[in-house]
């Protein structure tokens, strides 16, 4: 169900423009990311697609309809929304918590709880935490019982408020991973509001960059923004790095990938001059074996220096980089998909490649 901004200005009552004239389309069953620096007008922007604030001009189309032609509980009934701190019902348990709005539409006790109960396993939160009350769980427990609850209306457009905003960078990465997942199942059509750049590029398919004054500064898929800001605010916003990040958007079968000698733990190396990967049974990596090291009969993971990280075949160079890069052996090590080596990169190798697609043709 894809969302169209046409022209659409938000002016509040003490004169403060919110949004400016924002024309853009949020494309049926994608993720659109709103991001921006606080006050650039981005919840203001995703709550006139709710009716929980309405233009001061311009229309905001769902499905080809004028929103404000829908009574506003009718529309929000089918629009999921999600805030950070979860907004959960303190006094109800858990699954009460999901069960809301199924309970709302009319569906009997036992069936709202069932599909609640269905709703927690799938966003990963183990079924015996739908008796707590949310005062009992993890920040990242709340914000999954938060989406839990978005999804029980079923509806294919899911508004989410810088949901995951409240918790550690790591749960918060779980989250994003969770979200991401999801997403592939049900296919629906999201608007998510971050102020986090990296967050934005992850998740986004189209990334909306907002200024302060509620302008739209760009919009693009994550690669477009940060391999080609539109300007020099754009530019400052996603970062001094952004060309190594932006490299996570170009994947390449280019890289040339070598033959490198591998030496099974559990059996006797013999001599080499080289740097060697040690690998078990399954031909997954273990570590390295330095140049010229004397190993006293079978191999063992004692012997080893710790390798850095993998490459997996035909997924964004960015990978590649690093792991040649992370290396001891200055040899980035090559895996399938199966996680089995199959061969090492050079930096060198890599940054061909990179150098063949200058401005990110391929990205
Ligand atoms: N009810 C209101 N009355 C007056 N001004 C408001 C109101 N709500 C928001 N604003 C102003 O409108 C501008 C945009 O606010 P909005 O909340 O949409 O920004 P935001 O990008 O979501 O910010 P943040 O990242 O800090 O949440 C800000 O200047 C804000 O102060």
Same mark, same amino acid.
């Given at each position: 169900m894809a969302i169209e901004f046409q022209g659409v200005t938000k002016k509040y009552p003490?004169?403060?423009? !919110?949004? =400016?004239?924002l024309s853009l389309t949020v494309e049926d069953g994608t993720i659109t990311v709103f991001v921006?620096?606080?006050?650039?007008?981005k919840t203001t922007s995703l709550r006139m697609i709710n009716r929980m604030v309405e233009p001061t001009s311009g229309t905001v189309l769902l499905d080809g309809k004028?929103?404000?032609?829908?009574?506003p509980a009718q529309l929000r009934r089918g629009i999921g929304y999600v805030i950070q701190h979860a907004g959960l019902f303190p006094h109800r348990t858990v699954l009460d918590n999901v069960a809301t709005v199924p309970l709302l539409s009319g569906w009997g006790k036992a069936k709202a709880r069932d599909r609640a109960a269905e709703l927690l396993e799938i966003v990963g939160l183990p079924s015996e935490l739908g008796k707590r009350y949310p005062a009992q769980l993890s920040g990242g427990q709340q914000q999954r019982v938060g989406v839990a609850r978005a999804l !029980?209306? =079923?509806?294919p457009v899911l508004l989410m408020d810088e949901p995951f905003s409240a918790v550690d960078p790591i749960v918060r990465e779980g989250l994003q991973d969770e979200l991401l997942r999801l997403q592939q199942q049900l296919g629906k059509t999201i608007v998510f509001v971050t102020h986090d750049i990296d967050e934005a590029v992850r998740l986004g398919d189209k990334v909306a960059v907002m200024r302060v004054?509620?302008?739209?500064?760009q919009y693009g898929t994550p690669s477009d923004v940060l391999r080609h800001p539109v300007d020099d605010f754009v530019a400052s916003f996603v970062g001094k790095d952004r060309g190594y990040r932006g490299l996570s958007f170009l994947t390449s079968e280019e890289v040339r990938i070598d033959p490198i000698d591998t030496v099974e733990v559990g059996t006797v190396p013999g001599e080499g001059a080289t740097w060697r990967i040690a690998v078990n049974g399954d031909g997954e990596p273990r570590g390295w074996l330095p140049p010229n090291s004397t190993v006293d009969g079978e191999l063992t993971e004692r012997d080893l220096v710790a390798g850095g990280s993998l490459y997996q075949k035909g997924t964004p160079v960015r990978g590649a980089l690093d792991a040649a890069l992370s290396s001891p052996a200055s040899l980035g090590v090559v895996v399938d998909d199966g996680g089995r080596v199959i061969g090492a990169v050079t930096a060198r190798q890599v940054l061909d490649v990179i150098e063949q697609h200058p401005q990110g043709a391929a990205g």
């Open positions: 003490d004169g403060t423009v !919110a949004v =400016d004239n921006g620096p606080s006050g650039c007008g004028d929103v404000c032609d829908s009574p !029980a209306a =079923d509806s004054g509620g302008k739209l500064a």
